[in-house]
C-alpha cells in the first residue's frame, strides 16, 4: 500500500477514471493505478474482500491448509493476504494488469500468477483442480445488458470448469458495478 497522502476526493477520481469501457485502456489505468488500489478502496470504505472472505469463513467446511484458491482479478493480493489469516495457504492469482500482479508477487502469498484479460477467453487455469475459486470486486461496465449477461454466464461457466468436483467444493463470487454495490452469491 502506497503512503502517500491519498484523499477522499482523488480516490473518488481514481474510482471515475477506472470506468472505461474499453479495456485496453482500463488495464492501462489499472496499471497506474495499482499503488494507490488499496488505499483508495480503504478510503472509498469498500468491504467487498472482507466481506467475501468472512462469507467464505462461515460457509467453507474444507481443511483451508489444503486448498487450492483460484484468484480471479487477484489485483494486488488483498484478497489472498485475508485469506491466508484462515489458514489458506495455496494460491494462483490471475488478473489483467501487469501492475497489479507486480503487487500481488510481492505478497510471496501465491504459487503462481497470470496475465489475462477476463471474460474474453477461459482463464489460464486448470480444469479441476481447485477446491474455492474467489472473484472479489470486479468493476465491469459493459455497454449493454447483453454484455453483462455474457460476463456473467463467463464468470459461472469458467468457475464450473475449474473448481474440483468433490463434499468441500466452494465457489465464490463477488461482482461490484460501483463502489456502493456488492452482490455476493454462493454457487
Known amino acids: 500500500m502506497s503512503t502517500s497522502n491519498r484523499t477522499v476526493h482523488k480516490a473518488r477520481i481514481a474510482f471515475q477514471s477506472s470506468n472505461t469501457v474499453d479495456s485496453k485502456e482500463r488495464v492501462d489505468y489499472y496499471d497506474i493505478w495499482a499503488h494507490n488500489y488499496e ?3 480503504n478510503l472509498m470504505s469498500f468491504r467487498a474482500p472482507h466481506l467475501a472472505v468472512d462469507f467464505l469463513s462461515e460457509h467453507f467446511c474444507g481443511r483451508p491448509e489444503e486448498t487450492q484458491v483460484l484468484d480471479v ?3 494486488t493480493g488483498w484478497v489472498t ?9 495455496s494460491f494462483v ?6 501492475g497489479m500482479l507486480e503487487l500481488a508477487a510481492k505478497t510471496g502469498l501465491y504459487q503462481d500468477l497470470k496475465l489475462a484479460l477476463l471474460g474474453t477467453q477461459p482463464l489460464p487455469a486448470q480444469t479441476g483442480v481447485f477446491d474455492v475459486m474467489i472473484i472479489v470486486g470486479v468493476w465491469w461496465e459493459p455497454n449493454t445488458s ?3 449477461w455474457k460476463t456473467h454466464i463467463w464468470s459461472v461457466m469458467e468457475m464450473e470448469r475449474t473448481i474440483r468436483r468433490n463434499s468441500t467444493s466452494v465457489g465464490l463470487f463477488t461482482c461490484t458495478g460501483s463502489p456502493s454495490v456488492q452482490t455476493l452469491t454462493e454457487l
Request: aromatic share 4%.
Open 81 to 89: 493476504k485475508l485469506m491466508t489469516e484462515l489458514g489458506f495457504r
Open 73 to 75: 482479478a487477484c489485483g
Open 93 to 98: 492469482g490471475v488478473d489483467g494488469s501487469k
Open 39 to 41: 488505499e483508495d478502496h
Open 146 to 148: 447483453t454484455d453483462t
